[in-house]
């Protein structure tokens, strides 16, 4: 059961890495990336930051790659922004939730096009 301490933590470092990606991070492979979500784990020490980038999967996984070789700067610029007692290990993770979302709204829009055609 999630609490509301990790709640409101989870929501400071999603708008705190947010604005450290559009601010102070130079790397191309970074300039569309957003952070669709972020949880953090009971005793607050680990949160899992889901992203979602434009492009193919190729240009998902550079920006995966990116933020995970940047994850001791934006660690550092997080526990800036942020007080918290630890700061907590970041892990990145790829959400492909909109990936589905737009596949599934294609099945339906496939469904209801054959359906009128159908009718027709």
């Known amino acids: 059961m999630v609490t509301r301490r990790q709640r409101r933590v989870s929501s400071l470092i999603k708008e705190a890495i ?3 990606l559009q601010q102070d991070v130079a790397d191309p492979r970074l300039d569309f990336v957003t952070i669709t979500d972020v949880e953090t784990s009971s005793n607050l020490r680990q ?3 889901y992203v979602s980038a434009l492009g193919d999967s190729a240009n998902q996984e550079r920006a995966l790659e990116a933020l ?3 994850t001791g700067f934006l660690r550092r610029e997080l526990g800036q922004k942020v007080y918290l007692r630890y ?3 970041l ?3 790829l959400d492909r939730s909109i990936e589905r979302g737009q596949r599934i709204d294609r099945i339906l829009w496939e469904l209801q096009d054959s359906q009128q ?3 027709e």
């Open 117 to 119: 055609q159908s009718e």
């Open 47 to 49: 949160a899992y930051i």
């Open 91 to 93: 892990e990145f993770r």
């Open 87 to 89: 700061v907590p290990d």
């Open 68 to 70: 995970r070789s940047a």
């Open 18 to 20: 947010s604005e450290v």
